[in-house]
């Protein structure tokens, strides 16, 4: 790590993190450390556009500034061009050629997150008035992120900041008669990442003999709605489908109400988080060391999970796979995003209720 001492407080200050919905609510503590630093400057973040919304209301920040995944050239000189030398300090969060581009011609002063000394664009960092090496395996993505607070020699802020609405959704998404009710979200991104039908099933099934209400949620994608919708014709007709109904802040304050969120290994999983609601992260290949959804009120500068086994850290349940190989790192058993998984495939739903049982007696 490298830290740098500014020669004059930022008035104007650039995050730039171009990645997933999850990748960028884990971006918010280093968005409210900034903010908590200077108070007195503004913070633009600069976002794909299908992830903006994750940031609405977000206090800290002044202005969301969206650039399509691949934009045309003629988007992507209108972009430089409205960066160009806007900003006191340019904060870069990945370590991606584009992000960089994007730092060199918004601030003269930049930080960021470059590749280790032994992998490739490891140059990067001499780009940089402060850096840290990015760690996929021993740090916790939120704790990476806050390294760089480091660099510029100013206090972290831990907590996750959720997006929000100005009214209660709750109240006109959801019937009033409603009171108790779970939350299931099925569908992540990528097969690799999904849990059973059967293991949804019984888990419905529990929570409704236990006079427990069931809303299931889902994104926009047709596949999704579709896969959610099939679900639905198996449970009972008072079973709520909000797939590809509400916008995330919309979502986050119904997940906010409830009594508990069920979901694998996607960036609603770690938006359920931050609203403090109770949670049951059902994990795979995938190492909760780095990518565990991050519990609420938790303040410390070591991970929150282990790398194997099912664990509590204040409202996240972390239920994971069961297989010798987990974690494996690896996109399912037959190494592409869309084959299945083993550790998931086999994984009993008297896991996952037995983590309901623990959140409904403390409820």
Not at 4 to 22: D, E
Not at 120 to 148: A, C, I, M, P, S
Not at 296 to 315: A, L, M, R
Request: hydrophobic residues 35%; glycine residues 4%.
């Amino acid at each position: 790590m490298i830290t740098t001492t500014l020669k004059s407080i930022p008035q104007k200050i650039l995050v730039i993190t171009l990645r997933h919905l999850g990748d960028v609510i884990l971006t918010t503590p280093l968005i409210s450390s900034l903010h908590h630093a200077y108070p007195n400057a503004c913070i633009d973040i600069l976002v794909y556009t299908n992830t903006a919304p994750i940031l609405k209301n977000n206090p800290a920040i002044n202005r969301i500034i969206t650039v399509k995944k691949k934009p045309s050239f003629h988007e992507y000189k209108i972009l430089l061009k409205k960066l160009f030398r806007q900003y006191d300090l340019a904060v870069v969060t990945q370590t991606g050629d584009r992000p960089l581009i994007y730092s060199l011609f918004s601030s003269k002063t930049r930080i960021s997150v470059v590749p280790e000394q032994n992998q490739k664009g490891n140059w990067k960092r001499y780009f940089f008035r402060g850096w840290v090496e990015f760690d996929d395996e021993k740090t916790h993505t939120v704790l990476q992120l806050l390294k760089l607070m480091d660099t510029i020699n100013q206090k972290k802020v831990f907590h996750l900041t959720p997006p929000t609405n100005n009214t209660d959704t709750t109240c006109t998404l959801l019937p009033p008669k409603i009171q108790q009710y779970a939350i299931l979200h099925l569908y992540p991104l990528w097969t690799y990442k999904q849990w059973t039908l059967n293991g949804w099933q019984q888990i419905a099934t529990y929570l409704l003999d236990k006079g427990i209400n069931i809303v299931l949620t889902g994104g926009p994608d047709l596949d999704e709605i579709n896969y959610v919708t099939q679900f639905q014709q198996s449970l009972p007709g008072s079973t709520i489908n909000l797939a590809g109904k509400t916008s995330l802040a919309e979502l986050a304050d119904i997940i906010k109400d409830a009594q508990l969120f069920i979901g694998p290994d996607t960036g609603t999983t770690h938006l359920a988080s931050a609203t403090g609601t109770p949670i049951i992260a059902i994990y795979g290949p995938t190492n909760p060391v780095k990518w565990a959804p991050w519990p609420q009120d938790y303040i410390s500068e070591k991970n929150p999970f282990k790398k194997t086994g099912s664990q509590i850290i204040n409202n996240v349940h972390l239920i994971q796979g069961e297989a010798s190989c987990v974690p494996c790192y690896l996109e399912g058993c037959d190494r592409h995003r869309q084959s299945r998984s083993d550790c998931l495939d086999t994984l009993p739903a008297s896991k996952v209720i037995q983590a309901i049982d623990a959140i409904l007696l403390q409820n």
